[in-house]
């Protein structure tokens, strides 16, 4: 191989220090640079496509133009190494570390318990810093713009922008107000228990004790860096790597130089475009042409009739030109800025935004644009330079069609755009509707602008633009003509949606699907713009009243306002501990994560973050393109030729047991599904075993059947696992008696776990003894350990699973782990070689499953006053190819689907269905989310029918006394009956009932909905073996303490939570006390930590060693009463007492005889309530959470802060479920949405406005820890009280529109399902597809 050319030295500096990279490859992102190059692993790898903010870092440069420092944040995974070239980086270790100094934003996120797993942490600090940079005291859309591109899978936002606000000019933040009133008292209802009780706090941190923040303490620009910018070099860098050059020219007239000797070459500005685009299709450019040093694309010229923008300047810079345009003009002559703006707000995270140049926006001409269908309806002109120039080129449909006659030419750039002013008479709007309200690509956009003849309603101009509708930004311009000369009136909208719907048509098979939801908007939409112009013409008749124009009646007048972004509100109540408890005792006190400030600081180390061990080599997963085939062939010959690849580990290699018969590690013979592992690549680095995978030829044969959705494994009678039932009463009898029955069906998807940290494991193989040491991510080392053992045919003693902490797992972690592990350690054994094997998030999210889609029917049977006589439900879950742990959830989905409700005659039966897709697993709530909403749209159903309430429906049907549940387990439902009322109180229910239906009258675009779910959900495995955990507590000769146990620490905070357990035990403060990580040589065979027991059961182990531990001790104490904890550890060792002990528990009993369909299968059940309030759009499908409040069972709280973070965090992720997250696959089986682009997990803008969480005080539970309860999974299905405001928001809309009531539920309730749903005379515009007609793009699995 020949070397490449000689580059120039690349120069930046990354926390003060500076950095002279030889050999730069253009390659090479900062992400790696940082974490491979520089170590430093606080900025952390999640998607690799800009998406999820959580390797955020700050850059600083020197704005030419300006003359000034600019601090932006940025996601270091798009940033290419070379385009740093004179910047300073600054990352999470560069502004504090627990050794030195902790800068206040992270002393503030992790005393404000902003952290739970920590691996967006970092990220979300840095958003954060940058913001204080910039803005020592932000305003709080500020800070709610600063942290819009940070996702977070655990915490559910709200206390990561409780400390965020601490540094905000006004804080609305209850917790922030020391007035001893919260705002939740002034809207509760006062015989509340809460609000009489005085031992209620409702603060998790002291705001006081924070550090100020002292901008003198900032890191400054390096003066070095400032002289190279006062005195730029005009000569061009050149940085040649393996397979591309990048070439930064200095002055403009080499840049058209080098562009018209290399006209192919792309220009790369923020390659959020480029970076992405070349990632997903494998595309490589041998040139990179970049600008950034090019001050000419920079510049913002403003002339009397409008403003030109550089192509270089970044879409946050363009954001505040147009800002200052729109302060500084009238309001006529900014119409299309302000149009921008909107979109600017919205457009991706501030990371991005910082990133993307304008230039690179409209040159990608994405279909999916908020920007291009404003510039082309705003007149925008492009100004392009080449050697030989500049011109003018419109931007529109033509250019962005890409025509070759409308486009650049090869060796042209652009160098601005030109925005013109609007003028009066004139009107520009901008539309788009996505998943979610931010951080989300558009479904549907559009730029719109009307002229109207002066003081007329007379159409003297009109221009319509979509994107999302086509392979471009697509014109109506047909249509437009056609309406010029007409007035702006009905009978003109009339026809501008007929002529709308001709010209911008968009087939069934449209890629992105959706499509009539589309169509809907498209016509939609343009309702809007009508009304805002009539709007907008109505303030102007009373300048110049020649004119009348058409009314809108108050009530369509809510077709006009969008839903603002508000910083969420609210108050977290928890019951103080006993003033009698003494100081030193932790427990129910809010302690911060013990690993919070390291969270905070990036020094908390993740399994990819432990350094590259000697000789280590990497491993990338092979995974089948067939949903059902034989492989005739796998051609390795070309992967292992390429340099750096080492080996190809296939089901050959494997010396034990190839996973289970039907689950088999690696495929052997045929696949099952796409994302099936057949094989891995070992490589000296990842960059080559990526590149080897794609020279890897594997032939199939298709196989029949090929099944993806239920209905299909119905038919197939495809089914993984005999059917579970449970019965009680006389149904069918039942049925004969009820006055009224109702038949319905409830489909709910899937859901992704969304784990910010992808699957990880190293395995190191150790010279003797065939002893292995494995870091992995997971909740169950135990059962990496056992199936590495089988996979390799060695005894478990020889294989050691080390959890130091994981990023997240919410059930994910449970089972797959063991399956990375187990090839990643046959690649170790084979190559004798340590092997990482790392998951990008596209494989992570391709081969894991996640949880299983559901299909319900109901019938249910009731009296007139909404009592409910009998209920039979049928469900069935797609469990993908594989059983995993399909047939357990099955199993608690039928023994949770009563939830609360006391129904005489039942009968439920579940099947898991056996498909072609990847095997799903265990996720949160195990089935209980899925199941329930279908027994709660039953209860919305028996409403409707009966003419009742929801809420009376649910209270007539809960259980009032202790009762058996459908499996005669016993129980009392008092404390459920208290969350309920609680509830109802808090949140004032009935009389915000009252309000929603009176907004409801008045407004006939926008409904309100409200719902209150009550909860019973049990805890634990419903198997006593399951139950059981260990700890290992050791004293050494100093007094310090190291605590083990069998609990993996996911970001719940079970760590904090044993420490707190042994604090309380051995009466020592916790500051003597660590616990190190989870290791299967420390503690041996544990349960995997999950079900929401783990703090439960290993507390109860943790106690036991600390109680034995205690009593060997007691003898020393009686003796020398007055002596401290080290004169008594002294003394136990020179009395050589023991000061190691073992703590067990033996477990909660916990049966289930599903012959008889009795037992009980559960230790405990944990109560809650919620209420939420929604406003939807009925015209875009859009919805706005107005508020929530929780009331959750907690008991005694071992953690108040931690278990409020699990309510609140599970809250969140529930009502992702429910709302936005769907899962889209093609009707080949290939799952498409493998990114946050394409899957929307809640971002901090999906947070309630209002959200209040109570713990519920004075409740009691003998069994467990100290009274705890564990929280883990419950709050998941509170997330459906947002679903069921939104279904009677709907049933709202309906209702007005005479839509009869359809029983047919599907979650998540995205916005197209919600604009569907509120048929209109838009909605019966649109042309509809005979499915028998076409092949669809996605196909439903549920
Ligand atoms: C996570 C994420 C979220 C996003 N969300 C949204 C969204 O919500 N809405 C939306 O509209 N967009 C969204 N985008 C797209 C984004 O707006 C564009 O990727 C971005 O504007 C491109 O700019 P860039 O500077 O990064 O271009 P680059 O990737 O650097 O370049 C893109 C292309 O433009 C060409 N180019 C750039 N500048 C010039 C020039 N001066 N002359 C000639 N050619 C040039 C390059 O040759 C290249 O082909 C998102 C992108 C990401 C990564
Ligand atoms: S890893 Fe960079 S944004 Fe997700
Ligand atoms: S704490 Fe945010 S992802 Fe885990």
Same mark, same amino acid.
């Given at each position: 191989?020949?070397?490449?050319?000689?580059?120039?030295?690349?120069?930046?500096?990354?926390?003060?220090?500076?950095?002279?990279?030889?050999?730069?490859?253009?390659?090479?992102?900062l992400?790696n640079?940082?974490?491979?190059?520089?170590?430093?692993?606080?900025?952390?790898y999640?998607?690799?496509?800009?998406?999820?903010?959580?390797?955020?870092?700050?850059?600083?440069?020197?704005?030419?133009?300006?003359?000034?420092?600019?601090?932006?944040?940025?996601?270091?995974?798009?940033?290419?190494?070379?385009?740093?070239?004179?910047?300073?980086?600054?990352?999470?270790? @560069?502004?504090?570390?627990?050794?030195t100094?902790?800068?206040?934003?992270?002393?503030?996120?992790?005393?404000?318990?902003?952290?739970?797993?920590?691996?967006?942490?970092?990220?979300?600090?840095?958003?954060m810093?940058?913001?204080?940079?910039?803005?020592?005291?932000? +305003?709080?859309?500020?800070?709610?713009?600063?942290?819009?591109?940070?996702?977070?899978?655990?915490?559910?936002?709200?206390p990561?922008?409780?400390?965020?606000?601490?540094?905000?000019?006004?804080? $609305?933040?209850?917790?922030?107000?020391?007035?001893?009133?919260?705002?939740?008292?002034?809207?509760?209802?006062?015989?509340?228990?809460?609000?009489?009780?005085?031992?209620?706090?409702?603060?998790?941190?002291?705001?006081?004790?924070?550090?100020?923040?002292?901008p003198?303490?900032?890191?400054?620009?390096?003066?070095?860096?400032?002289?190279?910018?006062?005195?730029?070099?005009?000569?061009?860098?050149?940085?040649?790597?393996?397979r591309?050059?990048? !070439?930064?020219?200095?002055?403009?007239?080499?840049?058209?130089?080098?562009?018209?000797?290399?006209?192919?070459?792309?220009?790369?500005?923020?390659?959020?475009?480029?970076?992405?685009?070349?990632?997903?299709?494998?595309?490589?450019?041998? !040139?990179?042409?970049?600008?950034?040093?090019?001050?000419?694309?920079?510049?913002?010229?403003?002339?009397?009739?409008?403003?030109?923008?550089?192509?270089?300047?970044?879409?946050?810079?363009?954001?505040?030109?147009?800002?200052?345009?729109?302060?500084?003009?009238?309001?006529?002559?900014?119409?299309?800025?302000?149009?921008?703006?909107?979109?600017?707000?919205?457009?991706?995270?501030?990371?991005?935004?910082?990133?993307?140049?304008?230039?690179?926006?409209?040159?990608?001409?994405?279909?999916?644009?908020?920007?291009?269908?404003?510039?082309?309806?705003?007149?925008?002109?492009?100004?392009?330079?080449?050697?030989?120039?500049?011109?003018?080129?419109?931007l529109?449909?033509?250019?962005?069609a890409?025509?070759?006659?409308?486009?650049?030419?090869?060796?042209?750039?652009?160098?601005?755009?030109?925005?013109?002013?609007?003028?009066?008479?004139?009107?520009?709007?901008?539309?788009?509707?996505?998943?979610?309200?931010?951080?989300?690509?558009?479904?549907?956009?559009?730029?719109?602008?009307?002229?109207?003849?002066?003081?007329?309603?007379?159409?003297?101009?009109?221009s319509?633009?979509?994107?999302?509708? @086509? =392979?471009s930004?697509?014109?109506?311009?047909?249509?437009?003509?056609?309406?010029?000369?007409?007035?702006?009136?009905?009978?003109?909208?009339?026809?501008?949606?007929?002529?709308?719907?001709?010209?911008?048509?968009?087939?069934?098979?449209?890629?992105?699907?959706r499509?009539?939801?589309?169509?809907?908007?498209?016509?939609?939409?343009?309702?809007?713009?009508?009304?805002?112009?009539?709007?907008?013409?109505?303030?102007?008749?009373?300048?110049?009243?020649?004119?009348?124009?058409?009314?809108?009646?108050?009530?369509?007048?809510?077709?006009?306002?969008?839903?603002?972004?508000?910083?969420?509100?609210?108050?977290?109540?928890?019951?103080?501990?006993?003033?009698?408890?003494?100081?030193?005792?932790?427990?129910?006190?809010?302690?911060?994560?013990? +690993?919070?400030?390291?969270?905070?600081?990036?020094?908390?180390?993740?399994?990819?973050?432990?350094?590259?061990?000697?000789? =280590?080599?990497?491993?990338?997963?092979?995974?089948?393109?067939?949903?059902?085939?034989?492989?005739?062939?796998?051609?390795?010959?070309?992967?292992?030729?390429?340099?750096?690849v080492?080996?190809?580990?296939?089901?050959?290699?494997?010396?034990?047991?190839?996973?289970?018969?039907?689950?088999?590690?690696?495929?052997?013979?045929?696949?099952?599904?796409?994302?099936?592992?057949?094989c891995?690549?070992?490589?000296?680095?990842?960059?080559?075993?990526?590149?080897?995978?794609?020279? /890897?030829?594997?032939?199939?044969?298709?196989?029949?059947?090929i099944?993806?959705?239920?209905?299909?494994?119905?038919?197939?009678?495809?089914?993984?696992?005999?059917?579970?039932?449970?019965?009680?009463?006389?149904?069918?009898?039942?049925f004969?008696?009820?006055?009224?029955?109702?038949? @319905?069906?409830?489909?709910?998807?899937?859901?992704?776990?969304?784990?910010?940290?992808?699957?990880?494991?190293?395995?190191?193989?150790?010279?003797?003894?065939?002893e292995?040491?494995?870091?992995?991510?997971?909740?169950?080392?135990?059962?990496?350990?056992?199936?590495?053992?089988?996979?390799?045919?060695?005894?478990?003693?020889?294989?050691?699973?080390?959890?130091?902490?994981?990023?997240?797992?919410?059930?994910?972690?449970?089972?797959r782990?063991?399956?990375?592990?187990?090839?990643?350690?046959?690649?170790?054994?084979?190559?004798?070689?340590? !092997?990482?094997?790392?998951?990008?998030?596209?494989?992570?999210?391709?081969?894991?499953?996640?949880?299983?889609?559901?299909?319900?029917?109901?019938?249910?049977?009731?009296?007139?006053?909404?009592?409910?006589?009998?209920?039979?439900?049928?469900?069935?879950?797609?469990?993908?190819?594989?059983l995993?742990?399909?047939?357990?959830?099955?199993?608690?989905?039928?023994?949770?689907?009563?939830?609360?409700?006391?129904?005489?005659?039942?009968?439920?039966r579940?099947?898991?269905?056996?498909?072609?897709?990847?095997?799903?697993?265990?996720?949160?709530?195990?089935?209980?989310?899925?199941?329930?909403l279908?027994?709660?749209?039953?209860?919305?159903?028996?409403?409707?029918?009966?003419?009742?309430?929801?809420?009376?429906?649910?209270?007539?049907?809960?259980?009032?006394?202790?009762?058996?549940?459908?499996?005669?387990?016993?129980?009392?439902?008092?404390?459920?009956?208290?969350?309920?009322?609680?509830?109802?109180?808090?949140?004032?229910?009935?009389?915000r009932?009252?309000?929603?239906?009176?907004?409801?009258?008045?407004?006939?675009?926008?409904?309100?909905?409200?719902?209150?779910?009550?909860?019973?959900?049990?805890?634990?495995?419903?198997?006593?073996?399951?139950?059981?955990?260990?700890?290992?507590?050791?004293?050494?000769?100093?007094?310090?303490?190291?605590?083990?146990?069998g609990?993996?620490?996911?970001?719940?905070? !079970?760590?904090?939570?044993?420490?707190?357990?042994?604090?309380?035990?051995l009466?020592?403060?916790?500051?003597?006390?660590?616990?190190?990580?989870?290791?299967?040589?420390?503690?041996?065979?544990?349960?995997?930590?999950?079900?929401?027991?783990?703090?439960?059961?290993?507390?109860?182990?943790?106690?036991?060693?600390?109680?034995?531990?205690?009593?060997?001790?007691?003898?020393?104490?009686?003796?020398?009463?007055?002596?401290?904890?080290?004169?008594w550890?002294?003394?136990?060792?020179?009395?050589?007492?023991?000061? +190691?002990?073992?703590?067990?528990?033996?477990?909660?009993?916990?049966?289930?005889?599903?012959?008889?369909?009795?037992?009980?299968?559960?230790?405990y059940?944990?109560?809650?309530?919620?209420?939420?309030?929604?406003?939807?759009?009925?015209?875009?499908?859009?919805?706005?959470?107005i508020? $929530?409040d929780?009331?959750?069972?907690?008991?005694?709280?071992?953690?108040?802060? /931690?278990?409020?973070?699990?309510?609140?965090?599970?809250?969140?992720?529930?009502?992702?479920l429910?709302?936005?997250?769907?899962?889209?696959?093609?009707?080949?089986?290939?799952?498409?949405?493998?990114?946050?682009?394409?899957?929307?997990?809640? $971002?901090?803008?999906?947070?309630p406005?209002?959200?209040?969480?109570?713990?519920?005080?004075?409740?009691?539970?003998?069994?467990?820890?100290?009274?705890?309860?564990?929280?883990?999974?419950?709050g998941?299905?509170?997330?459906?009280?947002?679903?069921?405001?939104?279904?009677?928001?709907?049933?709202?809309?309906?209702?007005?529109?005479?839509?009869?009531?359809?029983?047919?539920?599907?979650?998540?309730?995205?916005?197209?399902?919600?604009?569907?749903?509120?048929?209109?005379?838009?909605?019966?515009?649109?042309?509809?597809?005979?499915p028998?007609?076409?092949?669809p793009?996605?196909?439903?699995?549920?």
């Amino acid at each position: 191989m020949s070397c490449p050319p000689k580059s120039d030295d690349l120069v930046f500096f990354v926390n003060g220090r500076k950095v002279i990279e030889r050999n730069a490859d253009p390659e090479v992102t900062l992400l790696n640079f940082l974490r491979k190059n520089l170590r430093l692993t606080g900025t952390k790898y999640a998607c690799g496509r800009g998406g999820c903010g959580a390797c955020t870092v700050m850059v600083s440069k020197h704005d030419p133009v300006s003359a000034k420092i600019r601090h932006f944040s940025i996601t270091a995974c798009l940033v290419p190494i070379c385009s740093l070239y004179g910047a300073a980086v600054t990352t999470v270790e @560069g502004i504090g570390s627990i050794n030195t100094r902790l800068h206040p934003v992270q002393e503030r996120i992790a005393r404000s318990h902003g952290t739970q797993c920590g691996f967006c942490t970092p990220g979300m600090v840095m958003s954060m810093y940058t913001l204080l940079r910039n803005h020592l005291q932000p +305003s709080e859309e500020q800070l709610m713009e600063a942290l819009g591109g940070n996702l977070c899978r655990c915490t559910g936002y709200r206390p990561i922008l409780a400390s965020g606000r601490t540094f905000c000019v006004e804080s $609305t933040d209850c917790q922030k107000k020391r007035t001893g009133k919260c705002c939740l008292d002034l809207g509760g209802n006062d015989s509340s228990s809460l609000s009489r009780e005085s031992d209620i706090c409702t603060d998790l941190f002291v705001e006081e004790e924070f550090q100020p923040l002292d901008p003198t303490q900032e890191l400054i620009f390096p003066p070095e860096l400032l002289r190279m910018a006062k005195n730029p070099e005009k000569q061009t860098l050149t940085f040649h790597g393996e397979r591309v050059t990048w !070439i930064s020219p200095g002055t403009l007239k080499d840049l058209l130089e080098l562009k018209a000797k290399h006209p192919e070459a792309p220009l790369i500005l923020g390659n959020t475009s480029l970076g992405p685009a070349m990632k997903s299709q494998g595309r490589v450019h041998p !040139i990179l042409l970049s600008p950034a040093r090019i001050s000419e694309l920079s510049m913002v010229f403003k002339t009397s009739d409008g403003l030109t923008i550089g192509a270089g300047c970044s879409l946050a810079q363009v954001k505040d030109i147009l800002a200052e345009q729109v302060s500084e003009l009238p309001e006529e002559k900014t119409q299309t800025y302000r149009a921008l703006l909107k979109h600017l707000k919205s457009l991706a995270g501030q990371q991005i935004r910082n990133m993307a140049s304008l230039g690179g926006h409209v040159i990608s001409r994405h279909c999916y644009s908020d920007l291009n269908p404003i510039l082309v309806v705003g007149n925008a002109t492009l100004n392009v330079i080449s050697e030989e120039g500049t011109r003018q080129i419109p931007l529109n449909d033509h250019f962005l069609a890409g025509l070759a006659s409308a486009d650049l030419k090869p060796e042209e750039i652009l160098e601005s755009v030109y925005i013109p002013h609007s003028q009066k008479w004139e009107f520009v709007s901008a539309f788009r509707q996505a998943q979610c309200q931010q951080n989300a690509l558009a479904d549907v956009s559009a730029g719109m602008r009307v002229i109207l003849e002066e003081a007329t309603d007379t159409i003297k101009e009109l221009s319509l633009s979509y994107g999302g509708v @086509g =392979e471009s930004t697509i014109g109506a311009h047909k249509s437009c003509q056609q309406l010029i000369g007409r007035p702006w009136n009905e009978p003109m909208l009339e026809e501008a949606c007929r002529l709308l719907l001709e010209e911008v048509s968009l087939p069934g098979w449209a890629p992105g699907g959706r499509v009539e939801f589309k169509r809907t908007l498209v016509v939609s939409f343009f309702f809007k713009f009508y009304l805002e112009v009539l709007q907008e013409l109505k303030k102007l008749v009373k300048v110049s009243d020649s004119h009348h124009y058409p009314e809108i009646s108050d009530r369509f007048l809510s077709a006009l306002e969008d839903f603002p972004v508000t910083g969420p509100r609210g108050v977290q109540r928890y019951q103080s501990v006993d003033s009698h408890q003494s100081l030193q005792d932790p427990v129910g006190r809010p302690i911060m994560h013990l +690993s919070g400030l390291k969270h905070a600081t990036g020094e908390a180390i993740f399994c990819d973050d432990i350094p590259m061990v000697d000789r =280590e080599l990497f491993m990338v997963l092979v995974t089948s393109t067939k949903a059902h085939a034989k492989i005739i062939s796998i051609d390795l010959s070309e992967a292992l030729e390429l340099p750096g690849v080492v080996d190809v580990i296939t089901a050959e290699d494997i010396p034990g047991t190839n996973g289970a018969e039907d689950d088999k590690l690696l495929a052997v013979d045929e696949v099952l599904c796409v994302g099936q592992i057949i094989c891995a690549v070992v490589a000296e680095t990842d960059v080559q075993a990526k590149r080897a995978i794609e020279k /890897i030829k594997i032939t199939y044969k298709d196989l029949e059947p090929i099944i993806f959705t239920i209905n299909d494994a119905i038919k197939h009678n495809s089914f993984l696992c005999p059917e579970k039932k449970l019965e009680q009463g006389n149904i069918e009898e039942a049925f004969e008696k009820v006055d009224q029955i109702v038949e @319905g069906e409830v489909h709910v998807g899937g859901q992704e776990h969304f784990y910010m940290e992808t699957q990880r494991v190293i395995v190191i193989p150790k010279a003797e003894d065939k002893e292995l040491d494995i870091y992995v991510s997971t909740q169950d080392p135990a059962h990496v350990q056992k199936t590495v053992s089988s996979t390799l045919n060695i005894p478990i003693n020889r294989i050691t699973c080390h959890v130091k902490r994981v990023g997240g797992g919410f059930g994910g972690k449970v089972g797959r782990p063991a399956v990375f592990g187990a090839i990643a350690a046959v690649g170790a054994i084979k190559t004798g070689r340590p !092997i990482r094997l790392v998951l990008d998030r596209e494989d992570d999210m391709l081969i894991t499953g996640g949880r299983h889609p559901l299909f319900g029917k109901y019938k249910v049977g009731f009296m007139n006053n909404g009592r409910i006589k009998a209920l039979d439900i049928e469900c069935f879950i797609n469990g993908g190819c594989t059983l995993d742990d399909s047939e357990q959830v099955t199993e608690f989905l039928i023994l949770k689907l009563e939830n609360a409700y006391k129904i005489r005659n039942l009968r439920f039966r579940g099947r898991a269905c056996m498909t072609n897709l990847p095997s799903n697993t265990a996720f949160r709530g195990f089935g209980f989310p899925q199941g329930t909403l279908i027994t709660e749209s039953c209860i919305t159903a028996v409403a409707a029918k009966c003419g009742l309430l929801p809420e009376e429906i649910r209270e007539k049907n809960m259980y009032k006394t202790i009762d058996k549940t459908i499996y005669k387990q016993a129980f009392s439902p008092e404390t459920l009956i208290r969350c309920w009322n609680e509830c109802l109180d808090k949140s004032s229910f009935h009389s915000r009932r009252i309000q929603v239906e009176e907004f409801n009258k008045k407004n006939y675009w926008k409904k309100k909905g409200i719902a209150i779910i009550p909860m019973k959900f049990s805890v634990g495995f419903a198997a006593t073996s399951y139950h059981q955990a260990a700890a290992l507590v050791h004293i050494y000769t100093d007094g310090s303490v190291l605590v083990t146990h069998g609990g993996n620490e996911l970001g719940q905070g !079970i760590h904090t939570k044993m420490l707190q357990v042994a604090s309380r035990e051995l009466k020592l403060p916790m500051s003597y006390m660590h616990i190190c990580e989870t290791s299967t040589a420390t503690v041996p065979n544990t349960i995997a930590t999950a079900a929401s027991i783990g703090s439960d059961v290993n507390g109860k182990a943790v106690q036991n060693a600390c109680q034995i531990l205690l009593k060997r001790l007691e003898p020393i104490i009686k003796k020398n009463p007055g002596g401290t904890w080290e004169d008594w550890i002294e003394a136990a060792f020179e009395q050589r007492i023991s000061l +190691s002990a073992t703590g067990y528990f033996r477990g909660y009993k916990a049966d289930m005889d599903w012959e008889k369909g009795e037992g009980d299968p559960f230790p405990y059940y944990v109560y809650g309530a919620a209420c939420s309030e929604v406003e939807i759009d009925c015209l875009t499908g859009a919805h706005k959470k107005i508020r $929530t409040d929780i009331i959750m069972d907690a008991c005694c709280s071992l953690n108040p802060a /931690i278990d409020i973070g699990q309510v609140e965090g599970s809250f969140i992720q529930g009502m992702g479920l429910y709302t936005t997250e769907e899962l889209k696959y093609s009707p080949e089986g290939v799952l498409y949405s493998r990114g946050p682009d394409e899957y929307k997990i809640p $971002t901090i803008t999906d947070v309630p406005e209002e959200f209040n969480v109570s713990l519920l005080p004075s409740s009691q539970t003998p069994l467990t820890i100290y009274s705890s309860k564990g929280l883990g999974e419950s709050g998941m299905f509170l997330g459906s009280s947002v679903f069921f405001a939104i279904t009677d928001a709907v049933a709202a809309a309906c209702k007005e529109r005479d839509i009869v009531e359809d029983f047919i539920v599907k979650s998540p309730a995205t916005p197209e399902q919600v604009r569907m749903a509120c048929a209109d005379r838009f909605t019966e515009m649109i042309p509809r597809d005979d499915p028998q007609t076409f092949k669809p793009w996605s196909i439903p699995i549920a």
